[in-house]
């Protein structure tokens, strides 16, 4: 039917114009309407039933669909004549899960949706009256027409179900009215909105019917914990069939119960990183949904090693892995390995075979690259020569690429018949040489969610196409399917992730290694200084929805500016120092100074510095010949000394006689009481101990990098120079017992962390970011 006939077809429900052309750009509810006026077809409509169709077709899920032309009937009859007893109608059919190939019973769906039950005017009058004078008075006569009358909707829908929501409206607002009398000026003026903060504007995804459920409400939050709790709604366990795109089968009941007994009816997630590489900040964001969604559940989350392809799996990204799991504070229920279950899924491909499902093939693996790879001649081969040849790859009696196993299925992005099993002659790292045949992620994941009863198969939007191999297969096995759940990777500008362009990095000397701090790993990232704290509340803002998020570095440093501003003690450091020489000063000797680590909340701890004759300030905050408006040291300008309670001025200045740098200033002081007030208080230092201060930028001059649009001669010719610098500064002896990851805020400088390469006769640290106000300097 043509566009335009649909529209007019759309409006005679009661929709308007506008309204039938967005709803004609959904074409899954556009086929449902579509059905549901076929079979209406000829039937008087009443005022409101047309609108009703709609509602039921906007929320009918595809393990609802058979059950289309009974809903239609009992709308077009009255008997579903609110959205209410529409909404009840459609969530029996889902609880009724397998059973809907069956005859349901009308007689319970009946009660389940309260055809039927009459509410009269006077029943809702008298329970709003009595909600009204028992919990919402007090509250009424303080807060007047300000206060959200929607709570005592609800409550009166609690108790009255099948109420027409527009009488009990009514019904509050007339007694409202009778409690408060007229609207006064006062109430006519908005509210005033305390510490409200603005929200972060939400990026635009792409439809997906797996994330509907949850993305309407997942703008970011502060914590992972307040994220899981409030904004993310996936299914309940052992309720899988709820969930869009979910196939249901003769076997799912069965299955599901089975499930509910081996869980407790718990959470179960996993995190299952391939360990062949580093984790990246991407990974972060990966580890704190499924971790985090486990804990808010009070359920549990497996860490399990995707370790199917031992070419490229090496001991430290085990060790790695694990380490920056428990880096972000969260410790596995269990660790589990894919290898585990090796032998299960070898015999499960037997069965895959058996039933016809699955066939050796002998294309090449260059033949089977792209979306349209010829046709194998070998998908109809007989099933007893492909239980043959499989048990010879098996004993490696064929060679490497000379075969695969595959199987019969198509991918939703069109690709067809995935490889499930291929000949690798590389011994691995924990079953040694007893196979030589490998599983592929296609035909391993969904497995292994299975054997571990998984309960939430949470990943990245890109294995969204995988997802009707992942139900198949569980299926075509007759073993409990998980549900999966897609959302949108998290992707830094400035920055690359992939592993092969990290290690070119690392090959040609641009970065030291997978941690160095210029680079967005989370060793990296951890090196450099960045809380753990910081990460995870960073990827609870960035929320859970099927947006493909890119972020600029900026975002994730201010998270962690908030963090350290709270933990992270104060020193003095001066990172280019220059003498100076008090000449009158006020003491006999060196004294020692109490100084606060947080001057905002000095409860929380003091240390000590030394006040000597010899001082040294930051080169930067004195100028022999200062521009307007200048308000640090210079000739004919004072300036205090933080903490010391001094102000020094300069008497003298010393050059060096062949260059004329100066290097040292002979200044007076007096006390800060009896002085005028300096525009400016400096750092300073004395009897310092040396530190060397590693001070990094950005490495990639584009925000794209890898986009060829953008830097057509590839990511090795946009580095940007200078990305590194190193300095030898003075330090007050308070930092002379750090400890490696140890955090400080340099003050009037930023915030630094010790690094691993600190010994004990050198300190070294890192600048992790600049203060604040520092933050848009580029």
């Known amino acids: 039917m043509a566009g335009e006939d649909l529209i007019a077809q759309f409006q005679t429900l009661g929709m308007s114009e506008q309204k039938a052309k967005e709803t004609l750009k959904n074409a899954n509810v556009t086929k449902n309407l579509q059905l549901a006026l076929a079979q209406a077809a000829g039937a008087p409509l009443a005022d409101g039933t047309g609108m009703l169709l709609y509602h039921m077709a906007s929320k009918l899920k595809a393990q609802q669909a058979e059950q289309l032309p009974l809903l239609v009937r009992y709308i077009v009859e009255r008997k579903l004549d609110n959205t209410q007893r ?50 919402y008075k007090e509250a009424l006569l303080e807060q007047r027409y300000h206060f959200n009358s929607f709570k005592i909707l609800q409550d009166v829908r609690g108790e009255l179900k099948w109420a027409d929501a527009k009488s009990v409206k009514a019904a509050i607002d007339v007694e409202i009215f009778d409690l408060l009398g007229p609207k006064t000026e006062a109430d006519l003026k908005p509210p005033v909105k305390q510490n409200e903060k603005p929200k972060a504007a939400k990026p635009k995804s792409e439809a997906n019917p797996s994330l509907q459920a949850m993305e309407a ?23 899988n069939f709820k969930t869009d795109g979910y196939v249901v089968t003769e076997h799912t009941e069965r299955l599901l119960k089975e499930h509910l007994q081996k869980t407790g ?53 085990f060790v790695g892995i694990k380490d920056m799991v428990e880096w972000l504070g969260y410790k596995p229920a269990k660790i589990t390995y894919s290898s585990d279950n090796f032998q299960q899924l070898y015999e499960w491909a037997v069965v895959l ?101 998984i309960t939430h198969s949470l990943c990245t939007k890109e294995f969204q196409s995988r997802r009707s191999s992942y139900y198949w297969l569980c299926n075509a096995l007759e073993i409990y399917c998980p549900v999966q759940w897609e959302y949108g990777r998290l992707n830094m500008n400035y920055a690359l992730v992939s592993k092969r362009k990290i290690g070119k ?35 609870a803002q960035m929320g859970v929805t099927g947006a493909q998020i890119a972020v600029d570095p900026a975002m994730l440093e201010a998270s962690v500016r908030d963090v350290l501003n709270l933990t992270a003690p104060r020193r003095l450091v001066v990172l280019e120092p220059l003498k100076v020489t008090i000449k009158n000063f006020p003491h006999a000797a060196p004294v020692q100074l109490e100084v606060p680590d947080f001057p ?20 930067g905050d ?68 040396p530190l060397e201060v590693r001070l990094y930028e950005q490495l990639f001059k584009h925000k794209n990098p890898e986009d060829t649009n953008e830097v057509p001669g590839g990511f090795l010719t946009d580095i940007s120079e200078h990305t590194i610098s190193v300095v030898q500064a003075f330090a007050d002896q308070a930092l002379a017992q750090v400890k490696v990851y140890d955090k400080f805020q340099f003050e009037r400088i930023g915030f630094f962390s010790v690094d691993p390469d600190t010994s004990n006769n050198r300190i070294v640290f890192n600048r992790t970011v600049g203060l604040k106000e520092d933050a848009g300097k580029k």
């Open 86 to 135: 529409v909404d009840a109608a459609l969530e029996y059919l889902l609880k009724c899960g397998q059973k809907l190939k069956a005859n349901i019973d009308v007689k319970e769906l009946e009660q389940e949706c309260g055809v039927g039950v009459v509410v009269t005017p006077e029943e809702i009058e008298r329970i709003v009256q009595a909600k009204i004078k028992s919990s």
């Open 505 to 539: 990095l690392i090959t040609e000397k641009i970065v030291h290694d997978w941690d160095d701090p210029r680079l967005f790993t989370l060793t990296a990232l951890r090196r450099r200084g960045f809380p753990a704290e910081a990460i995870n509340n960073f990827c």
């Open 600 to 619: 905002q909340n000095q409860e929380k701890g003091s240390h000590k510095i030394t006040l000597d004759k010899v001082i040294y300030i930051e080169r």
């Open 217 to 239: 409400a997942s703008d970011g939050a502060n914590t992972i914990a307040e994220l899981m709790k409030t904004k993310v709604h996936f299914h309940a366990p052992g309720e």
């Open 265 to 317: 009816g718990r959470v179960h997630t996993r995190f299952p990183p391939e360990p062949n590489g580093i984790l990246h900040i991407g990974h972060a964001k990966a580890i704190n949904i499924n971790f985090g969604y486990a804990a808010a559940q009070d359920g549990i989350c497996y860490l399990r090693y995707d370790d199917t392809n031992p070419e490229k799996e090496e001991e430290k990204f």
């Open 622 to 689: 004195f100028k022999v010949e200062p521009e307007k408006g200048y308000r640090r040291l210079s000739p004919k300008q004072s300036v205090g000394l933080r903490h010391a309670g001094l102000v020094i001025s300069v008497e003298e200045i010393v050059k060096h006689p062949d260059t004329g740098e100066v290097v040292e200033l002979i200044c007076s002081s007096q006390s800060a009481e009896q002085a005028e007030k300096p525009k400016a208080f400096v750092q300073w230092v004395s009897q310092p101990i």
């Open 353 to 453: 075979i058996r039933k016809g499902l699955a066939y050796v093939c002998h294309q090449k693996a260059e033949e089977l690259k792209g979306f349209t790879p010829k046709p194998s001649p070998w998908r109809e081969r007989p099933i007893e020569e492909s239980l043959q040849l499989f048990e010879d790859m098996k004993r490696g009696k064929i060679d490497e690429g000379a075969a695969t196993l595959r199987l019969k299925v198509t991918l939703e992005e069109g690709k067809v018949d995935p490889v499930a099993y291929r000949i690798k002659f590389i011994p691995h790292h924990r079953t040694g040489d007893t196979w030589c045949i490998y599983p592929t992620y296609d035909y391993t994941h969904c497995l292994c969610d299975s054997i571990e009863q």
